[in-house]
């Protein structure tokens, strides 16, 4: 490709999210004949805002020499002739993205762990229950621009009510030392807020996650690996999709019912010799809607990542470690309609540093390749790369 143009967009965004609460956990241990229960009870009350909205102008660029007006070049961009004041004087647009929203919540709930036969077996149960209560109301877009402000629009005001029950229930057998299987079947459930374009809520979401799985730990925790297949099922998704600029611009949330996600993963951890450390995670997922659709942002082909870490134990050098990281990306959809697809994606970090009893430093370097793979999307008009290559610099010490 000799060349890829693009409008450039100025934006002036305003923005911000508020959470706060007061959270409790309780945990005991106690006995009923044979077994052994670990109980943990939990209630919390909590309080949340979030607003998003902002202005954008198209930028004009006097220096364009091209057939396309006021583009800029994504291969050989030249900014000379952009000038912040002349955008701003001009008049702009404004994105209604997503309003404010300010919501209060109380939840409860419980998990037991039951074991029996010397910790052989453990049966896990719990349930949950959720009451969100959730004002919103979006911005006047007229009154907006006239007064360079965002001016709620007090017509959109809307209150919601969520509230549900959750359970979880997970089985776990040792048949012999090192090995382990386990089996859970829970319900997941996620309020939602939004509104339709007539003003009518959206349904919540409800799930169902199921799993299957096998650990080993062998070698005296030498090998460690752990597998799982899965079968998980989301009713009621909201898929966003490009909203016309003169609608107000953005994305909109559409209904795409229910999400259905099967596949299975596996993780390695070894010590093959002492101070090398090798961990290996790899997942395969399928994840689509009702119209065979796949979700933006899970990958279509396997995905891994792998760390290995040594650390000298003895000599001079004892305390020093170094390591590197290769996470893998795989194929994904780039929009909710798959539109287009997103190519597999590779980044690189690595790290040094040397540690003793109460203290450590550690220099991590991140994307060691300046790799300008896309990792993300938000449909077509915004893509993103990794940042280029970064350096941090961690010191730790324990009192």
Known sequence: MADWRSALTVREFNG??????????????????????TLVTNGQLTQN????????????????????????????????????????????????????VE????????????SMLKDRVVAVVGTRYDNVRST??????????????????????????NQDWTFKYGLVVKPMEGLSVFAQDGSTY??????????NKFPNQEGVNRELGIKTDLFKGRLVVTGSVFNMRLTNVLISVPNPPELGGGLVSVPAGTQRTKGFEFDVAAEPISGLNVILGYSDVDSKDETGHSFRGVSIDPTWSTLVKYRFTDGTLKGFFVGADWIHRG??????????????????????????DRWSVQVNAYNITNSDDVISTVGDTALFRPLERMYRFTFRYTF
Do not use: C
Request: glycine share 10%; charged share 15%.
């Open 136 to 161: 919103s109301y979006t911005f006047n877009s007229v009154q907006s621009i006239a007064q360079r402000r965002f001016v709620a629009d007090p017509t959109t005001t809307r209150e919601v009510v």
């Open 331 to 356: 194929r994904s959809a780039g929009d909710p309609t798959n539109t287009f697809f997103m190519d597999e994606a590779n980044t690189y970090d690595a790290f040094v540093g040397y540690g003793r």
């Open 49 to 100: 805002g979030r607003e998003r909205a902002f202005f954008f102008w198209n930028v004009p660029n006097p220096a364009n020499t091209t057939a396309v007006a006021n583009s800029f070049s994504m291969v050989s961009p030249d900014y000379s002739g952009f000038n912040l004041a002349t955008v701003e004087a001009g008049t702009p647009s404004f994105n209604a993205f997503n309003g404010h």
């Open 103 to 114: 919501s209060t919540g109380f939840a409860g709930g419980f998990q037991d762990n039951i």
């Open 190 to 199: 996620i309020p939602v807020n939004t509104l339709d374009s007539s003003g």
């Open 16 to 37: 911000f999210t508020s959470s706060g609460g007061i959270f409790l956990d309780l945990v005991g241990n106690f006995t009923t004949g044979p077994l052994k229960h």
